[in-house]
Nanobody
Framework: QVQLVESGGGLVQAGGSLTLSCAAS????????MGWFRQAPGKEREFVAT????????SYADSVKGRFTISRDIAKNTVYLQMNTLKPEDTAIYYC?????????????WGQGTQVTVSP
């Protein structure tokens, strides 16, 4: 059974940095797309960034481009989200996801989420 366990959230001042980790287990993630999504209070879950497990090719939402960096450590089966120059509008629960690259969003696995709060 696939398990995704996020960690690294917390409270930080605007302009600060945080690094989120997602420990993935339960299967090989070759040909998977690993991603980070977030959900702010009263809003729908939104895409943040993805990385293809095999190639390392990344994709970012416009709102985080240039500030956030997604990466993966194949040996540790872990995905990271380095977040710099954080803004209050980045406050949200951040979720890790994993889905086969040939499957749709409905086939994604999700972690339990980690809270990120950015104070003004």
């Amino acid at each position: 059974q696939v398990q995704l366990v996020e960690s690294g959230g917390g409270l930080v001042q605007a302009g600060g940095s945080l690094t989120l980790s997602c420990a993935a287990s339960g299967r090989s993630f070759s040909y998977y797309i690993m991603g980070w999504f977030r959900q702010a209070p009263g809003k729908e879950r939104e895409f943040v960034a993805t990385v293809r497990w095999n190639s390392g090719i990344t994709s970012y939402a416009d709102s985080v481009k240039g500030r956030f960096t997604i990466s993966r450590d194949i040996a540790k089966n872990t995905v990271y989200l380095q977040m710099n120059t954080l803004k209050p509008e980045d406050t949200a629960i951040y979720y890790c996801s994993a889905r086969p690259s040939i499957a749709g969003a409905g086939s994604a696995y999700w972690g339990q989420g980690t809270q990120v709060t950015v104070s003004p």
